[in-house]
């Protein structure tokens, strides 16, 4: 088992433009968050998806929104990106709702120019 | 708001110390505190919880409400224990939602 797996693991984009970033959970993980870490801080939670639905959600605008699939896979997107949305983006998946622990992935480092 | 606060951003140690690396956290009902690690080129990885009570590499934390600390604590450091170690607060049950501190640095010297 891979554990939670990310990509890609590097992405440039100009201010404006919109990205898309994946995560596929770790075997038998049907929960999947999603944080933003920049530089020199912790990780910022930006939302929850179980059973294909947004569950909860942190202090982000509307320009970060996501999905997931049937496969409990899930996506981050981001619309109208800015300069501070440069980060380190990270993917946890976990069983259930806040029963078990949360297995991180690699993350996703996005540079915005 | 829930905030979790980590005092030190770097903290240096020579090997066989004792080692606390601070953590105090606000929030008005009763969290759930955990410590994340992260090695050197490796991911984030849970460390320990404090409903599990345990001692993971011989670190330990202990949740103290009336202080709203959880200080994670060794008594002897090792050169492996060398990471960037973050404090997290969940809302307890039914979330996933973690809030992080902005973390503490561990350089244990030979």
């Known amino acids: 088992d891979a554990g939670v797996t990310q990509s890609p693991t590097h992405l440039i984009k100009t201010r404006g433009q919109q990205v898309t970033l994946r995560c596929s959970p770790k075997?038998?993980?049907?929960?999947v968050s999603w944080y933003q870490q920049a530089l020199g801080q912790g990780p910022q939670f930006i939302f929850q998806?179980?059973?294909?639905?947004?569950?909860q959600r942190g202090n982000f605008p509307d320009r970060f929104s996501g999905h997931q699939f049937p496969n409990y896979s899930s996506e981050l997107n981001v619309n109208a990106l800015l300069l501070g949305d440069s980060a380190l983006y990270l993917c946890?998946?976990?069983?259930?709702?806040?029963?078990?622990?949360?297995?991180f992935g690699p993350g996703t480092r996005l540079t915005v120019t | 708001a829930q905030r979790v606060t980590q005092p030190e951003k770097l903290l240096s140690v020579f090997k066989g110390a004792p080692v606390e690396l601070k953590c105090n956290y606000s929030?008005?009902?009763?969290?759930?505190l955990f410590w994340y690690v992260q090695y050197s080129r490796q991911r984030l990885q849970l460390l320990l919880r404090?409903?599990s009570r345990e001692s993971i590499k011989g670190f330990t934390a202990d949740l103290n409400k009336g202080e709203t600390s959880f200080h994670l604590k060794k008594p002897f450091a090792q050169e492996e224990d060398s990471a960037m170690y973050y404090c997290?607060?969940?809302?307890?049950?039914?979330?996933?939602?973690?809030?992080f501190g902005t973390g503490t640095r561990l350089q244990v010297f030979p």
């Open positions: 946890a998946s976990s069983l259930g709702l806040g029963r078990y622990e949360q297995y």
């Open positions: 404090h409903i």
């Open positions: 997290a607060l969940s809302e307890g049950y039914n979330t996933d939602k973690l809030i």
């Open positions: 998806y179980y059973e294909e639905e947004e569950r």
């Open positions: 075997s038998g993980h049907d929960t």
């Open positions: 929030y008005s009902g009763s969290p759930e």
